[in-house]
Structures are given as C-alpha cells and as structure tokens.
C-alpha cells in the first residue's frame, strides 16, 4: 500500500487510490437521510470509461460548481494530505449547501509534482472519508504533473427552481450565521506560525489544536442548507470571511445589510486562544469557516432555529437588511469600521500564505 510509486504509473494510480468502489458502497449506506440517499442514485458510469454518465433525478435542477486549492495559496506546503484531500472536498460541499442543494457526485482533477504513495494513501483516505460522511461518489477526474494543485468539481440538484440564491432577501429580513466565526482564520495563523511562535501553555494549547483543526477538517453545512431551503430567504456560504461575502449578499439582494458586531458567534477555543479584538478581526474577515450567512424573515426564522438545533448547530441573529445598498457595522451602538474586506486573490491587500 505504501510501496513507493515512482514506477506505478496513472491508470493503476487511480485504480488504487480513487477507484474505491467498497468506500462509495459504503457512502450509500452510510447516509440515513432519504433526500440525500435518493439522490446518489443515477451513476450509469463512473471512473473507467472517458467521461461519467449521471442521470438527474426526476424533476430536478443540476447544481455545478469548482473549486480549487492551490498549495502555499490556500493551504501552507506542509500541511497533512489527509486534510488537503477533505478540505478540497469540503469546499466545494460548501457551495452546495450554500446553495440548498443535495450533493451527488465529484469530479477530482488532481496536480502533483510526483506520485507518493504514502501521501496519495492519506489524501485520498481524507477525500474518502468527507466523501461518505456526505453520500458523495467520485465519478471521475483527470490526474498530472505539475506543482501540488487540487481541483474538485461537485455536482448535486434540487428540486427545480428550488435553489437558495444570495438574491432574494427582503427589506426586514434577519441576518443569521450558523456555528461559530473565526476559528479557522486563526487555526491558518497558528498552522502558518513557527512552532516556537506560538504559545501553548495551559489551556491555550488545546485551544489551538482545536483551531487548527478547524482549518485543516471544516464542516460544510449541508444538511442545514437543505433545511433553509423554502424557509431561508437568501443564503450564501462564509468562505472569503464576512466582510468580503456579505456585500455580494446585500448587492445581490439589492439591499442594505447592517451587522451588530459584539453579536458575532465566537468559539471557546478562539476566545481562550487570542485576545478579544483580534478575534473579533478574524471572525469578520479571515475567512475560511465554510459557515452558512442566511437571511430570513421573522416569520420564517423560528423554523430555521428548529432546524438548526436537530442538527446540533448554533445560529445567531447578527443584524438585518434593510432598503438601499452597502454594508455598515456596529458595535455596541457606535459605528464600526471592518479593517479588513475578505480575501481576494487579485485584490492588492491579498496576502500569499508562504509557509
Ligand atoms: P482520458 O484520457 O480519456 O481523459 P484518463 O485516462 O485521464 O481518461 O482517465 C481514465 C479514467 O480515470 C476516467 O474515467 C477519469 O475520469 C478517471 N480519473 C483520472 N484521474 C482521476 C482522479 N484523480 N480521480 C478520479 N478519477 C480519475
Ligand atoms: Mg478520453
């Protein structure tokens, strides 16, 4: 399994690490949910032939998107391959709840400088291992050389015409983040820190730990996006940090959004970790919790709330939109400005990771 692989070449590469045909059986069973099992049906033709055959359920709207993760860009060099093969997974299952939608199949366009069995082992075990928490079945892909970069496209579907979209919130409506913010801003900063750096003592070190963890292994809330779906009156995922993602909300709703600031949900291990402010910085802008941002009306809100506690999820109400455009912030009453505005890859503040 961990033999060296310098001579293994693609066609049995991809037989050996990502044509699990026992992990996606297993992805089938595993998942409880009917809206999701039904939805895994529809593989005519997975990894083998030039290109997969899916077929969509009946009555439902194909939901695509891509993400990738390029390395020393969205994750330091050193970081474990197990948590590159999930995390490249869990971003782009992020999308899909961001867009209420059941995910079905991936797709894994995978760039690597050599083929290393023992990481390949742990990358794919990571993608695995997201993938049938989910249902998810790997249906294909595309496998060269080149620096360590990893494209994940993910397929799912709702209903037709059901899709959450960032438009559609009204005048009135509550703004509501799911979990917590902030933590996996700081587990990059804590991962990216030379070991010496960082401060571990007593409580701190689990705390970071705990953060770190947070960046590497982040939870998408799909089961939540589908629940928001028809109640949520808009909805987007948290990836670019608050500052960066809630304006295309509001611009896309065509609506002014007013954040309370001391309202921002943050964890015990941030607060134990940091001092207040700058957690409160990087539950605003540093990006990466894959949180839901939802909108709802008052009316709609308690049925989220239900929704959200049977899946052990915390929401929080932190603030409201209202008519016009922008976003203004508060804090305590007093006006507040957000130092930072997310991450933008060709923005000039982007900062390049380069550990
Ligand atoms: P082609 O040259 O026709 O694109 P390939 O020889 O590249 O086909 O791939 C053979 C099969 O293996 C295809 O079904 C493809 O989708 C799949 N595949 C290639 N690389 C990966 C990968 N990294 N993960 C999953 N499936 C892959
Ligand atoms: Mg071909």
């Known amino acids: ?194 070991a010496g750096d960082v401060d571990r003592s007593g409580a701190r070190g689990g705390a970071v730990d705990a953060l770190i963890r947070r960046f590497d292994y982040p939870s998408p809330r799909v089961q939540l996006g589908l629940a928001a779906r028809g109640v949520a009156s808009a909805g987007m995922d948290i990836s670019d940090g608050l500052t960066g993602d809630l304006p295309k909300l509001a611009a896309a709703s065509g609506l002014h959004a007013h954040v309370n600031v001391e309202r921002l949900p943050l964890s015990t291990a941030l607060r134990a970790a940091v001092d207040a402010a700058q957690a409160r910085e990087w539950a605003l802008s540093a990006g990466d919790d894959y949180e839901l941002l939802l909108a709802a009306s008052s009316v709609n809100y308690p049925k989220l709330e239900a929704a959200a506690r049977q899946l052990n999820l915390t929401l929080t109400i932190i603030g409201e939109l209202s008519s016009g455009s922008g976003v203004s912030w508060s804090f305590d009453g007093a006006d507040y400005t957000a130092a930072a505005s997310g991450f933008d890859h060709f923005g000039q503040a982007s900062t390049q990771i380069t550990v």
């Open 1 to 194: 399994m961990n033999a060296p692989t310098s001579d293994l070449g693609e066609f049995d590469l991809i037989r050996r690490y990502f044509q699990r045909h026992e992990a996606q059986r297993d992805a089938l069973n595993v998942v409880q949910h009917d809206a999701l099992r039904d939805a895994q049906h529809g593989v005519m033709l997975g990894i083998g032939d030039d290109a997969a055959v899916l077929r969509l359920p009946e009555g439902s709207d194909l939901v695509a998107a891509v993400d990738t993760l390029v390395a020393g860009r969205h994750f330091p060099v050193r970081t474990a391959a197990r948590s590159i093969g999930y995390r490249a997974l869990a971003v782009n299952l992020s999308d899909l709840a961001a867009m209420g939608a059941t995910p079905a199949w991936a797709t894994l366009a995978l760039t690597m400088p050599s083929a290393d069995g023992q990481w390949l082992q742990e990358f794919s075990n990571g993608l695995f291992d997201i993938a049938q928490q989910h249902g998810v079945i790997l249906v294909g892909g595309d496998t060269t050389r080149g620096p360590l970069t990893v494209s994940v496209q993910i397929l799912g579907s709702v209903p037709r015409g059901a899709a959450l979209r960032r438009g559609g919130a009204s005048a009135g409506d509550l703004l509501v983040v799911s979990g917590t913010l902030g933590d996996s801003g700081a587990g990059l900063h804590f991962a990216s820190a030379a």
